[in-house]
């Protein structure tokens, strides 16, 4: 059977609920999500179900981490049928604060001030990869992430591994400001054809549905090359760049091969990597990756 569910939207009622878990001495776990809700958010509630005693999914469009011109606006609002799935596999808290009290001032990523005046990411994760391309956007992230690990005072966060740079970035962020949070990551889950879980993944067209499985299949290739030994790292990254193309996509930001842990260019020495590509049909942004080990580690 279900449990019940609580929903908050008042901050001073987070506070007061904390207070209370506390009290107890129970295991809080947070699922910082926007919303709109699938399968993939559903694999992070189950893994926080096994690891805590209370589960507390966020519910938050977070303006500060749009950059002008993207989907904010148009981000599909399902809070109901969020809710009514979320009670289903047993959530006691959804947290769906009001944009006006996250943000009293309602900055937003097209306000320079804002970027000047919140939480500032480690800059060596932050101007690469996806932080390259969408400027300020994981200020916007690690703002809003901070502001939940402050309302919600959990002990394990749990987040999923398709935003790979997201978890290491919010994972040096809780090393560098010394919170005794538990920061837990999530396998990405897929489609049966391959293609990583998303919220976006609706945007796309049948045709454009069709293609986004093939970055998978691409990765998976790349990975072989590893595992065979090739080490021409920038080489591997434009003949992918240019099977992209080929194969369909409209643009690549980048496909990239980087340590798993550091996020910094791999050495020819290094015998585990994590490959990551971020590509777009039409308007839409799709970001994978995978962690690939040498097939003899020595």
């Known amino acids: 059977m279900p449990s019940h569910l609580t929903v908050i939207r008042d901050l001073d009622d987070m506070y007061h609920q904390r207070a209370r878990w506390k009290r107890e001495g129970l295991v809080v776990a947070l699922v910082p999500t926007m919303g709109n809700l699938h399968e993939g958010h559903?694999?992070?509630v189950k893994l926080a179900r096994k690891k805590a005693d209370r589960v507390v999914v966020s519910i938050f469009v977070n303006p500060l981490q749009f950059a002008r011109g993207e989907d904010f606006e148009h981000y599909p609002r399902t809070l109901k049928q969020d809710i009514q799935a979320l009670t289903l596999l047993g959530v006691d808290l959804v947290f769906a604060p009001e944009a006006t009290q996250v943000y009293p001032e309602q900055i937003d990523m097209a306000?320079?001030?804002?970027?000047?005046?919140?939480?500032?990411?480690?800059?060596f994760l932050t101007n690469m990869l996806c932080g390259a391309n969408r400027l300020g956007h994981f200020t916007?992230?690690?703002?809003?992430?901070?502001?939940?690990?402050h309302l919600v005072a959990?002990?394990?966060?749990?987040?999923?591994?398709?935003?790979?740079?997201?978890?290491?970035?919010?994972?040096?962020?809780?090393?560098d400001l010394n919170w005794s949070i538990k920061l837990i990551t999530a396998p990405t889950s897929r489609t049966e054809d391959g293609l990583a879980l998303s919220s976006r993944n609706q945007y796309l067209t049948i045709e454009q549905r069709v293609i986004a499985p093939r970055i998978y299949r691409t990765l998976l290739t790349l990975a072989e090359r590893l595992r065979d030994g090739d080490r021409q790292y920038e080489k591997l990254s434009r003949q992918m760049t240019t099977t992209f193309k080929t194969i369909g996509f409209d643009e690549v930001d980048y496909v990239e091969i980087r340590h798993p842990n550091t996020l910094m260019p791999s050495l020819e020495t290094d015998r585990c990597w994590?490959?990551?590509?971020?590509?777009?049909?039409?308007?839409?942004?799709?970001?994978d990756n995978i962690v690939v080990e040498a097939a003899f580690l020595s």
């Open 140 to 149: 916007g992230v690690t703002t809003i992430v901070g502001k939940l690990f």
């Open 274 to 287: 994590v490959l990551l590509v971020a590509v777009r049909l039409g308007k839409t942004r799709l970001i």
């Open 42 to 44: 559903f694999s992070l």
């Open 111 to 123: 306000n320079e001030a804002a970027r000047a005046t919140t939480i500032v990411p480690p800059a």
């Open 154 to 175: 959990p002990d394990i966060a749990v987040f999923g591994q398709k935003d790979y740079q997201q978890v290491a970035i919010i994972r040096q962020m809780i090393y």
